[in-house]
């Protein structure tokens, strides 16, 4: 069982405080579901779990399986089983694609970065099949060229190989067709069904005809100020954001 552990978590960037004081959890088995409007910190947040140095940590911490890794390099906190997908990743043409998952597998397994790994390579071609990815992705820079579908693929794909403790994916299912939809969903579902948990951000109900989140939690101006069923992500859809917040400060007072 792995739980990564969100503690009273502020967060500051450009000179500006932006998280004042987030508490989640997710464990092993679980997907937990982030929402908030934009700009509400959801990003911040996975950067910060990344280990990011943009995002300076003023106070609370961050916990895998009740270790701090608030001050690990993000290789470390990689290396110990959490992986962070991003809502804009960058293309690294210098690093080819199919090299960049051979070092990551290496990495987590402990070995070194170069070490050869041919049937890691032919386990990434029958996941790329079954997200839709081209195989061409693997001969090609990083993200070079990649498509906004084909960046979440990626990712997702990337998780899928690597198995990790704990996965984070920022709006995995922005940009991406509704096979694309489809295919994360799925992924997802099978990362938590075979021991990883799962924590994503999301604007969006439709992503719940394919996933089925334990928990969800609703973010606004830096704070966590609901936890919540997927009713919430329904409700949130048909009414949005703000008269969503009206309701619930009736229901509160
Ligand atoms: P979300 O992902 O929920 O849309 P973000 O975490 O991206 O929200 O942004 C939260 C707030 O923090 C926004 O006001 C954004 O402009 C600000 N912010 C995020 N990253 C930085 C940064 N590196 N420097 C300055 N401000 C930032
Ligand atoms: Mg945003
Ligand atoms: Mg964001």
């Keep these: 069982m792995a739980k990564l552990e969100i503690r009273n978590l502020r967060v500051a960037a450009g000179g500006k405080e932006i998280l004042k004081g987030v508490s989640l959890t997710v464990s092993s088995g679980e997907v937990v579901v982030l929402m908030g409007p934009n700009g509400s910190g959801k990003s911040t947040l996975f950067q910060t779990i990344a280990g990011n140095p943009k995002y300076e940590v003023l106070d609370g911490d961050i916990l895998l399986d009740g270790e701090s890794i608030k001050d690990l390099p993000p290789e470390d906190r ?68 990649f498509s906004g579908g084909e960046f979440k693929r990626a990712e997702v794909l990337q998780a899928l190989l690597l198995r990790p403790k704990i996965v984070v ?56 100020i609901l936890e919540g069923d997927e009713g919430v992500i329904k409700r949130i859809e048909e009414v949005g954001y703000q008269n969503y917040f009206r309701e619930i400060q009736k229901e509160l007072a």
Excluded at 203 to 209: D, E, G, T
């Design 78 to 145: 990689f290396a110990r089983g959490v992986f962070v997908g991003f809502q804009s990743p960058v293309a690294v043409p210098e690093v080819r694609f199919a090299f960049m998952l051979q070092a990551m597998l290496n990495i987590r397994a402990g070995k070194k970065l170069t070490d050869p790994n041919p049937q890691a390579l032919a386990q990434a071609q029958k996941i790329a099949a079954e997200l839709g990815l081209k195989p061409d992705v693997f001969s090609r820079g990083v993200g070079v060229g």
């Design 169 to 224: 994916l920022d709006e995995p299912d922005s940009g991406l067709d509704i096979d694309g939809i489809a295919a994360v969903g799925k992924a997802i579902m099978e990362l938590s069904a075979s021991g990883s948990g799962v924590l994503l951000s999301t604007h969006y109900a439709r992503v719940l005809r394919f996933i089925k989140p334990t928990r969800v939690y609703v973010m606004a101006e830096g704070r966590v």
